[in-house]
């Protein structure tokens, strides 16, 4: 059974930075592409980023284009959310995911359904 273990979180003031970590066990990490997801209450799930198991496609959400990094480390059996010049808007519980069994087309990385398991999520919070 897969388990994906998010840390890194918690409070931080405007324009400061947090990196989340990923870490999975039960899985090959390589074999399947990673994404990191958020939800502020109230809201929908938004997709942040994803890094696609061939290790050469990246997508970030538009609004975290320029400001976020994903990475992986698939001999740790690790992923990892570099947050920088984090806003109060920026404020949700993340979660990372693995996404379904085989090849995926990077195209499909936004959405959720394209994968099959998810950590428990960890709270960010930027606020003054």
């Known amino acids: 059974q897969v388990q994906l273990v998010e840390s890194g979180g918690g409070s931080v003031q405007p324009g400061g930075s947090l990196r989340l970590s990923c870490a999975a066990s039960g899985r090959t990490f390589s074999s399947y592409s990673m994404g990191w997801f958020r939800q502020a209450p109230g809201k929908e799930r938004e997709f942040v980023a994803a890094f696609h198991r061939s290790g050469i496609r990246i997508i970030y959400g538009d609004s975290v284009k320029g400001r976020f990094t994903i990475s992986r480390d698939n001999a740790k059996n690790t992923g990892h959310l570099q947050m920088n010049n984090l806003q109060p808007e920026d404020t949700a519980n993340y979660y990372c995911?693995?996404?379904?069994?085989?090849?995926?087309?990077?195209?499909?990385?936004?959405?959720?359904?394209?994968?099959?398991?998810w950590g428990q999520g960890i709270q960010v919070t930027v606020s003054s």
């Open positions: 995911a693995l996404s379904t069994p085989g090849n995926v087309i990077a195209s499909m990385l936004p959405r959720s359904e394209t994968y099959n398991d």
